[in-house]
């Protein structure tokens, strides 16, 4: 059975030459080819870019993402309800979380990680990290989310 072009679909993941699956991020599509080859390591993976889908597709949005959003988890039970606890997304993807953590030393109070691009990063750019204050961890998830975005080539939309 061929697969279609999906909707939004930018990169093709090609196995031995033949079509086994569509990503719409470049980073996402590499991390998915790299996993196929670990598990087909005498298959030829390769990622492309299908010439049929190529021409101006900036007013697709494609290689970009929407601006950051921040929403309660409500995960917050008992003692812990009160505690701040947001996820993190871009568009409807979640790509992260920041969490205050009781029992904690007021300078690493508030945890942040980054979700979904540890295995596709530069090794500079840190997934995890901790901050006095949320105001601190936002800015550095921020700091992490827009060095990932400039190395995997993607821009916000608004």
């Known amino acids: 059975m061929k697969i279609g072009n999906p909707p939004g679909a930018q990169f093709e993941i090609l196995v031995d030459g033949k079509p086994r699956s569509y990503r719409d991020i470049k980073a996402v599509a590499i991390a998915s080819a790299e996993f196929i080859k670990s598990r087909n390591p005498h298959s030829k993976v390769a990622v492309k870019e299908p010439a049929d889908w190529r021409g101006d597709r900036r007013s697709q949005g494609v290689g970009r993402l929407m601006a950051l959003t921040?929403?309660?988890?409500?995960?917050?039970?008992?003692?812990?309800?009160?505690?701040?606890?947001?996820?993190?997304?871009s568009g409807e993807w979640l790509?992260?979380?920041?969490?205050?953590?009781n029992g904690f030393p007021?300078?690493?109070?508030?945890?942040w990680s980054l979700h979904g691009v540890v295995l596709t990063r530069p090794p500079s750019t840190n997934t995890d990290g901790a901050a006095a204050t949320l105001e601190e961890a936002k800015a550095q998830f921020q700091k992490s989310w827009d060095a990932w975005m400039t190395w995997a080539g993607l821009k916000e939309v608004p």
């Not at 921040?70 to 997304?89: E, H, K, V």
């Not at 790509?95 to 953590?101: H, L, P």
């Open 70 to 89: 921040m929403r309660p988890t409500g995960l917050g039970s008992g003692a812990y309800q009160d505690n701040i606890d947001y996820n993190i997304f």
């Open 95 to 101: 790509i992260g979380r920041i969490y205050e953590r």
């Open 106 to 111: 007021d300078e690493v109070r508030f945890f």
